[in-house]
């Protein structure tokens, strides 16, 4: 670690994030880790256990932070975000979704209130500074039939990251918020206002209104009206994106006009205006 990248580290302690906190139950109960594997793994546990729903398990670094499908996540101490939030929703196991949509939507609004920066949401669960990736969002379900036991909402942001933090392969394609606005940020701060922003959209699909989260996410996207190509285990598809659904699934219209979704894969833009 650089002597800048010393200068950028911190700790953020439970006295730390409950102090201001305006939420009714989205982190009033945590579980902190100087290090840990992953808050998800330590969550999963903790949801076995009982944890309230709102528990928030967060970290100073991981040794095993996941990304989607499995993808390391870069977790260095005392400078980002690592943490997982455990609810227990009551809604259908097909809403669960929604979940993730509220979270990219929280997590951007937060940033783009905050520092004033150009974020945007990159389906299905990136936030984007400038087109270059600095959030990501993992959620974990455990349902049966027709019940939601958990969700586990994993968000891994790269707050006060330096250049020389990242892996050499990833370097032009990710930042952080320190990177792009020129100085650090406070992550507690940065944790409370997600919190509180998360709590108003969660209420919103417990209630039965999704179309304002829908609705939120599709405001902060730089996903729609784009060219994009989706590639996953199932093929490829190339076109506009137009939309997207109430499981989260991302609305394409090809060259010839015809509409097909896409439940999963990885974006890439094949035009960025």
Not at 1 to 21: A, C, F, H, N, W
Not at 65 to 89: A, D, H, M
Not at 130 to 139: V, W
Request: hydrophobic residues 40%.
């Amino acid at each position: 670690m650089s002597d800048d990248s010393r200068e950028l580290s911190d700790s953020v302690s439970e006295r730390e994030i409950l102090s201001g906190l305006e939420t009714e139950f989205l982190g009033r109960h945590i579980v902190h880790f100087d290090s840990t594997d992953s808050t998800n793994t330590q969550a999963l546990r903790l949801a076995g256990e009982g944890a309230p729903e709102g528990t928030l398990v967060i970290a100073e670094s991981q040794t095993a932070g996941r990304g989607r499908l499995g993808r390391k996540w870069e977790s260095p101490p005392g400078v980002n975000l690592y943490f997982t939030l455990i609810l227990r929703p009551d809604i259908p196991p097909a809403d669960a979704p929604m979940i993730t949509l509220a979270a990219a939507a929280a997590l951007t609004k937060s940033v783009r209130a905050l520092y004033k920066l150009p974020a945007a949401i990159k389906w299905p669960n990136d936030m984007l500074i400038d087109f270059k990736k600095c959030a990501g969002i993992l959620t974990e379900m455990n349902a049966e039939p027709g019940r939601i036991r958990h969700v586990l909402l994993g968000v891994g942001v790269d707050v006060n990251m330096t250049e020389d933090m990242f892996p050499e392969e990833i370097r032009k394609i990710s930042t952080s918020i320190y990177l792009s606005r020129g100085e650090r940020a406070d992550r507690a701060g940065l944790l409370q206002r997600f919190l509180f922003e998360m709590e108003g959209l969660y209420g919103n699909i417990v209630s039965g209104r999704k179309e304002i989260v829908l609705d939120a996410w599709r405001n902060l996207s730089c996903t729609l009206g784009r060219r994009v190509t989706v590639r996953g285990l199932w093929g490829e598809r190339t076109g506009t994106a137009m939309d997207i659904d109430a499981s989260g699934s991302l609305v394409i219209e090809d060259d010839g006009g015809e509409l097909d979704k896409v439940m999963s894969g990885d974006l890439y833009f094949t035009q960025k205006n």
